[in-house]
Nanobody, 114 residues
Framework: QVQLVESGGDLVQAGGSLRLSCAAS????????LGWYRQTPGKEREWVAQIAPGGIITYTNSVKGRFTISRDNAKNAVNLQMDNLKPEDTAVYYCRAISRADYWGQGTQVTVSS
């Protein structure tokens, strides 16, 4: 059973930084796709960033230049460095990994105060 466990969510002031981590129970290199998503109450889950096959990295426009997604093969983790946080970044953040199946973590809360 593949498990993804997110950590690093917290309450932070606007302009601050957080680093989210998603630890996998299997080798992170076994996944073709790694991504971060976020969701706020009453809204659909939103894609934030991804590492696609071939290592191609893309971001949603609202986080470009502020967020950085990275893979840590040694720790079997995918990270999301979030800088210059804004109140609109407040959400539950989820990691997603796809190999032969589609896996999601349980989420970690990020709250950015103004």
């Amino acid at each position: 059973q593949v498990q993804l466990v997110e950590s690093g969510g917290d309450l932070v002031q606007a302009g601050g930084s957080l680093r989210l981590s998603c630890a996998a129970s299997v080798k992170i290199s076994s996944f073709d796709f790694l991504g971060w998503y976020r969701q706020t109450p009453g809204k659909e889950r939103e894609w934030v960033a991804q590492i696609a096959p071939g290592g191609i990295i893309t971001y949603t426009n609202s986080v470009k230049g502020r967020f950085t997604i990275s893979r840590d093969n040694a720790k079997n983790a995918v990270n999301l460095q979030m800088d210059n946080l804004k109140p609109e970044d407040t959400a539950v953040y989820y990691c997603r990994a796809i190999s032969r199946a589609d896996y999601w973590g349980q989420g970690t809360q990020v709250t950015v105060s103004s």
